[in-house]
């Protein structure tokens, strides 16, 4: 999408396929938009065609010279608007454009816009709304021989009728460009999960990973199995053993600041394919185990936001990478696999796999620099059952740490919601013959999973975010489509930013 901002302008001055105009229920009875909307919006409100309620649309055509274009009206919430009220505005407007089949429109901001938004800003405004027009213009890729890629927005020019501050201006046109960089890296994260699992491989998405270091000029590295091997990456290894596809072992660094100390460690798993191996999964729903690989697709994403905004901030991006799949030579249960931290792990279910790859990538993210780790996992079905796909299971050893991710989940439009980790389902871990087991039972599920990951963080400050709820949806939901939803980029964005800030401050 190319996107714009010009003041001092009217919609009649505007030579593009639509206008979208946000309306309240109020505006659509009461009036107050403009002399010529104002009657046409009150006899819509009348025939209950469209009355401003929100996540509502209507389309009404208009002949100007010849030529038709669109005025799309949009339900917009009274009052004082937050960013996620206004991501799903742009959301809702752009599927109606993308609906009428056009390709490019203008989006009219009321001259209160500063006011009626809670962070008192334009760039947020403007970074919310450019947020919502590239997620709700996001289409899954298909592959159909006969079908179209269909229509795109490909341009979006924001007016305003008022002259304005430069300062507010120059807040508008950073704010476009951050919600640009980090809606477009929430899609790639959205296309790696959708890919079918013959198509993205441990060796493609350590590819796919080098070419994004390349485009922005990051350090990187893949290791392959003897690289694996050599490190002492026990539970990488095993967990890829039974593929003809071998593991990987992926990094990305990014150096934001001049001295590389306070590093975030961002640690996503990568099985791009899971049958469960030798615990085999139910044949039911197994095709969607090509999104397993959601965690190391959100790393991913956030690694591409990075490239293009640049903060302040020092940041080690691991994914380990297998597939686990069920052959003469696959992993089972009753194993003792030794990991790279020292630590054994004894095998109860080759399908809790996840776990085991992420210990190996906690310890190579530590032996890298990190000293605040986060993980990233597609892990339990024990998450559904809890928090269903509305909502991210966390877990964490540093209940302030937590903290400040929730509080940039809010700002992001995504929904965290904590789960203890009382020294009892730590004790759960315990086995008789190895340091730690990989399953407990399905009693705390979700919370003994992340704590397994989290004992390999040996004390550092940790996050672990269960995903498998959130990364790949059954049906459209807000801004979100079905599939892939590149969950957690936005608020690991958001924290990331802010955390370089307060060093600047």
């Known amino acids: 999408m190319r996107w714009t901002f010009k003041s001092n302008i009217t919609a009649e001055q505007i030579d593009l396929d639509a206008i979208i105009v946000p309306i309240t229920k109020i505006q659509a009875v009461e009036g107050g938009i403009s002399a010529a909307w104002d009657p046409l919006l009150k006899q819509l409100a009348e025939s209950r065609l469209f009355d401003g309620t929100p996540n509502r649309s209507f389309i009404w055509p208009e002949s100007i010279g010849g030529r038709t274009r669109l005025f799309i009206f949009v339900g917009c919430p009274e009052g004082i608007l937050t960013s996620e009220q206004l991501r799903l505005l742009a959301a809702q407007a752009v599927k109606a454009a993308l609906k009428s089949g056009i390709d490019s429109a203008a989006i009219r901001i009321p001259s209160t816009m500063v006011s009626l938004t809670d962070e008192q800003a334009s760039l947020d405004a403007a970074q919310a709304l450019t947020e919502g027009c590239i997620l709700g213009s996001y289409r899954k890729p298909h592959y159909k021989r006969d079908a179209s890629g269909g229509t795109k927005v490909e341009e979006i020019l924001y007016y305003i009728e008022e002259d304005l501050k430069p300062e507010w201006i120059a807040g508008w046109n950073e704010g476009m460009s951050q919600g640009a960089a980090i809606g477009e890296a929430t899609c790639l994260a959205r296309d790696l999960t959708n890919l079918p699992g013959n198509m993205l491989l441990p060796e493609d998405l350590a590819q796919r990973a080098l070419q994004l270091a390349k485009r922005h000029d990051f350090e990187a590295q893949v290791l392959d199995e003897e690289g694996i091997l050599e490190k002492g990456m026990g539970g990488l290894l095993a967990v890829g ?67 293009r905004i640049r903060p302040k901030a020092n940041v080690i991006m691991v994914i380990p990478s297998a597939e686990n799949v069920m052959s003469g030579s696959a992993y089972k249960p009753g194993d003792i696999i030794t990991t790279l931290s020292g630590r054994t792990i004894e095998v109860l279910n080759t399908d809790a796999e996840g776990r085991i790859v992420l210990a190996d990538g906690i310890t190579y993210a530590k032996q890298l620099g990190a000293t605040r780790l986060i993980d990233v996992a597609t892990l339990t079905g024990a998450v559904v059952s809890a928090l269903g796909d509305i909502a991210t299971g966390a877990v964490t050893n540093d209940e302030p740490f937590l903290q400040e991710l929730i509080a940039s989940s809010r700002r992001a439009g995504e929904k965290i919601w904590q789960l203890p980790s009382y020294p009892e389902f730590w004790d759960k871990l315990k086995s008789d013959v190895a340091d730690i087991r990989n399953q407990t039972g399905r009693e705390g599920g979700t919370i003994t999973g992340g704590l397994f990951v989290g004992t390999f963080a040996d004390g550092l400050p940790w996050i672990h975010f269960d995903i498998a709820g959130t990364a790949f949806l059954s049906k459209e939901r807000g801004v979100d489509p079905k599939g892939a939803t590149g969950v957690l980029v936005r608020t690991l964005i958001d924290w990331i930013c802010r955390q370089a800030q307060d060093v600047l401050d």
Do not use: C
Not at 260 to 275: M, S
């Open 241 to 307: 053993k039974g593929s003809v596809h071998p593991p990987r072992m992926i990094v990305i660094r990014y150096q934001g600041r001049e001295t590389w100390d306070d590093v975030i460690g961002l640690v996503g798993k990568g099985i791009t394919f899971d049958t469960g191996g030798v615990s085999l999964k139910r044949t039911p729903g197994m095709e969607n185990m090509i999104s397993d690989m959601g965690g190391a697709a959100t790393v991913l994403g956030v690694m591409e936001a990075l490239g």
